[in-house]
């Protein structure tokens, strides 16, 4: 009776903490003081090692120059050995040893590694992959959001570790989970999980009868009777294909309910914290979480970034694999940044890695660019994982900031070392009155993205050629070689503020979008759209009229038709004398008197057909570029071609080598495999680096 009595409680308890409710709301001053700018921390794992090297541990870190530290969030069995014991005195130590050497801390919740105790009492709090097969105890991320039972013990944890730090000035904030996702296994098939993704799909559409309408099931006879019979879209259980309009929705309940399961921890530390701030670190260019459903829960955004891990990043050059995708990484930046304004990497490579198919040394230098290329971005901290290399586990071959004597600086080490010296000596130059650059300022871009536009797209591709994000790369590489100041936002926004919106491939749209382009342009805003977009409407569904007639009137033009070309062939378009190929996506177009072409298809059977058109519209103009070229040098060409005629006098630089403006520096960094010339005046004062920016080489400068 004892256990049924405490499962109750905790029940009761646990229906409390969700009926709460509590937005975040905007970060203080005494969290991210705007003086300081960003904040460089580090992980530490003091459960993973001996207790009588702790201190020397902390006294090393605040030695090299770290202003926190990071900890807990893979410890759950030493933070509850047994059900019901815990232990949190081992935390409290190193919490105390941080203030003792000047850190703040930033603690975890430990739910991405479920104790083998639980594991082994509750195996239905693991999750079950595509095949059927429950996942074991031995790794991480295997426990199932949905499962009620895993939901009730997280709860136990984090109520214990937000009464015991909760109030606690040592405390700066709290990480929830880790990198939320199941890694390789994507999703769970369980039980719990079916059932709440029932659940959610009897909220949205009341009636099965609206279920059956919005996912077509009068194709091939799917019809259901009752929300019961629906199970979760599974390629290994159909024949062919799954309804594509089934999996948009469960790709809209699995984001939904992992920004759920983080919800529940934060209203619980919200319960008892004080003035601490609540994140999680996202892997959201590459996982299916959607940061922005968690938009009024948490009080700042940060993510996990390696850049070099084995990829080539062949448009960088020779050096691409060692020095990373200056786009990828400064794209994630515009996007978590604008979310609430509190934004950094929870998560930054120090060194090699362990897990890449490949895992190279990082060109010298590089790390400290990544380090401001982040403070560029407008990052409010950046974390490094990890403090010390593991000596035994899985990740024996990643490394920390010190050797695996556990004293000696490593040479990524030295490069953190190097960047906080950096940002010491930019914060004694920081005005708090510096204003951004007017012509920087006029540049200033929305780039519009909806995950739905992406799921619903990996649904149907229609080649194997199209890949989404490299097709948002191409544009957003453009824009940066323009010295443009990029917010990545979603639909919801005021786009009133910006010169230009840049919306590429969005292929839901409905007509309060539609009409909301057509004020911004009529308004005098600059919109750009690409191939792809406007083909169906917010279910998945092609409207009953011409191929994607309903942004015809917003583009000036008609798209009677679109190709694709099969395995390495290219079509080539011209543009301005120039001559590029293309082999994904064409939309051909046919524009409309007053509407302008900017480029044309140069074979195939529409050979002079339009390939991308312009047009004015009131105040502003509407661009339409319907070709995703192979290396993306067309949507460059004609972005500037845009800007230049709105009069924003776009830079030219080299695609990867970035330079952005904050809080009155120019901060340039070369992600290329050449040196670069920054584009500053003569008379400009070089605070850090050359006016020759070598490959992972960074520049600062004010003018």
């Known amino acids: 009776m004892k256990a049924i009595s405490r499962t109750i409680s905790w029940s009761a308890a646990l229906a409390l903490i969700l009926s709460s409710t509590h937005a975040a709301g905007a970060a203080t001053p005494d969290w991210f003081p705007r003086a300081e700018m960003m904040n460089i921390g580090v992980y ?29 969030e893979f410890a759950w069995a030493f933070m509850e050995p047994e059900e019901g014991k815990f232990d949190f005195d081992w935390l409290e130590k190193n919490v105390a040893l941080a203030q003792q050497n000047g850190m ?54 984090v109520t214990e570790l937000a009464k015991r730090f909760g109030h606690d000035k040592r405390v700066w904030g709290w990480q929830l989970d880790n990198e939320l996702s199941h890694y390789e296994k994507e999703f769970s098939y369980s039980p719990a999980a079916t059932a709440r993704f029932r659940e959610w799909l009897k909220e949205k559409y009341g009636d099965i009868g609206h279920l059956n309408a919005d996912w077509g099931t009068a194709f091939w006879s799917m019809v259901y009777q009752n929300f019961e019979q629906i199970e979760i879209p599974n390629q290994l259980d159909h024949a062919g294909l799954p309804n594509p309009h089934a999996q948009l929705d469960f790709n809209r309940w699995f984001a939904s309910e992992g920004a759920d399961f983080l919800r529940l921890q934060t209203r619980i530390l919200r319960q008892y914290g004080a003035d601490q701030w609540i994140t999680t670190n996202y892997m959201a260019m590459y996982g299916d979480i959607d940061p922005m459903r968690s938009a009024k829960d948490l009080d700042a955004f940060t993510w996990t970034h390696y850049p070099v891990h084995g990829d080539v990043f062949a448009e960088n050059g020779p050096l ?39 895992n190279p040394w990082p060109q010298p230098g590089a790390i400290h660019m990544w380090i401001m290329r982040a403070f560029a971005a407008g990052a409010r901290m950046v974390c490094t994982y990890r403090y010390r290399q ?3 586990g899985n990740e024996q071959y990643h490394k920390g900031l010190v050797e695996t004597d556990g004293v000696t600086p490593s040479p990524g080490g030295r490069e953190y070392m190097e960047a906080m010296k950096d940002v010491l000596k930019l914060r004694a130059k920081y005005k708090p009155e510096a204003k951004e650059p007017a012509a920087y300022a006029k540049r200033r871009t929305a ?26 790369m191409k544009y957003y590489r453009a824009l940066k070689s323009m010295m443009a100041p990029v917010d990545v936002v979603t639909e919801e926004r005021d786009l009133s503020g910006y010169g230009f919106v840049v919306a590429p491939a969005y292929q839901l749209v409905d007509k309060a979008l539609v009409a909301k382009w057509t004020t911004y342009a009529e308004n005098g805003g600059h919109l750009v759209l690409t ?9 998945g569904y ?56 900017l480029a044309t298809y140069a074979d195939q059977f529409y050979a002079g057909k339009a390939a991308a058109v312009t047009h004015k519209l009131g105040k502003g103009s509407v661009t339409y ?36 403006w904050r809080d009155g520096f120019w901060v340039a960094t070369n992600f290329t495999s050449t040196a670069k010339a920054i584009p500053a005046r003569p008379g400009a004062e070089i605070l850090s680096g050359a006016r020759s920016v070598i490959p992972g080489g960074v520049t600062v400068w004010v003018e």
Not at 134 to 150: A, I, K, L, T
Not at 531 to 536: D, F, M, V
């Open 44 to 72: 530490y794992y003091p459960e993973a090692w001996p207790q009588n090297q702790w201190a020397r541990d902390m006294a090393n870190m605040h030695k090299m120059g770290m202003e926190f530290v990071h900890m807990g």
């Open 104 to 157: 703040k801390v930033i603690l975890c919740t430990p739910s991405a590694t479920p104790p083998v105790w639980l594991s082994r009492k509750h195996p239905e709090i693991l999750m079950v992959d595509a095949t059927g097969k429950r996942m074991n105890h031995g790794g991480r991320q295997q426990g199932d959001w949905s499962s009620p039972v895993y939901r009730e013990y997280v709860a136990k944890i």
């Open 320 to 358: 691409g694999f060692r020095l990373g995708s200056g786009a990828i990484q400064s794209f994630m930046h515009d996007f978590m940044r604008p979310i609430n304004g509190i934004s950094g990497l929870m998560e930054l490579q120090p060194g090699q890695v362990n897990w890449g198919v490949v």
């Open 390 to 392: 593991p000596l035994f």
């Open 447 to 472: 780039f519009l993205i909806n995950f739905d536009n992406r799921w619903d797209i990996e649904n149907h591709k229609q080649t194997t050629r199209w890949d989404t994000v490299g097709h948002w």
């Open 531 to 539: 191939s792809r977009t406007g083909e169906k409407d917010r279910r």
């Open 542 to 597: 092609f409207p009953e009229t011409l191929w994607a007639e309903q942004i015809y009137g917003l583009i000036g033009a008609k798209l009677p038709i679109y190709d694709l070309l099969p395995g390495t062939l290219e079509g080539h378009v011209t543009a301005d004398g120039a001559r590029y190929a293309w082999g994904s996506w064409a939309d051909v177009l046919e524009p409309d008197a007053g509407t302008t072409t």
């Open 625 to 660: 570029i319907g070709v995703d070229t192979v290396n993306g040098e067309l949507e460059t060409a004609l972005m500037r071609k845009v800007y230049t005629a709105a009069g924003a006098a776009p830079a030219n630089l080299a695609a990867d080598f970035i330079v952005d």
